[in-house]
């Protein structure tokens, strides 16, 4: 099992670097509104497009399989019953189909869920953008605009020479509806 490593960032960089990265979406959400809420509403399709493509391809893969077993089983069933194959031999069989169609329709409905999801997200970037243009003006954070936007903040490990002064971390701001917009932002301490 792993740990996560004892790091942390000071109170003061992560408040200065959460307020800016909210300040910096806020006024993006600000300037042009539809033609802000068209091209993110593009993104998000574009980006999921392929992802719904292979999801796509995943179900229909294993509704194929389900189907395929369900013959499988039926075809067991008569072949025992003609006396073909043992009752053993017929309940050793069965019981593996059985445990693979169970595991199939597991992940068929994983995957559909995958798919909901999916279609939702389109949505999510406008309750973001519509969320996010109300804190245009934020001089200051408090806990309504945190609950608001913000899902989760994730620190990792400082980089760098132990003088603080060379020390770089990464930190990631996960808002809420639509993830982390950018592939984290560094810090220097």
Request: glycine share 4%; hydrophobic share 40%; with cysteine.
């Amino acid at each position: 099992m792993k740990y996560c490593s004892a790091h942390y960032i000071t109170h003061d960089a992560l408040y200065k670097l959460v307020l800016d990265d909210i300040r910096r979406h806020s006024e993006l959400a600000q300037l042009n509104n539809n033609e802000l809420d068209r091209v993110a509403l593009e993104m998000s399709r574009d980006s999921q497009r392929e992802q719904t493509k292979q999801l796509s391809k995943a179900f229909d893969k294993l509704r194929r399989r389900e189907a395929e077993l369900d013959t499988i089983i039926k075809k067991l069933f008569e072949q025992n019953a003609l006396g073909v194959i043992t009752d053993e031999r017929f309940a050793t069989m069965a019981a593996g189909y059985e445990a693979e169609q169970k595991e199939v329709k597991a992940k068929s409905a994983d995957l559909q869920t995958q798919l909901c999801k999916l279609e939702t997200a389109s949505g999510n970037t406008i309750k973001f953008l519509n969320i996010a243009r109300k804190y245009a003006d934020v001089q200051e954070l408090d806990a309504k605009i945190l609950n608001d936007l913000i899902d989760s903040i994730v620190i990792y490990n400082a980089e760098g020479k132990s003088v603080k002064k060379n020390r770089v971390q990464q930190v990631d701001i996960n808002y809420k509806f639509i993830g982390n917009m950018a592939a984290g932002k560094e810090v220097s301490l």
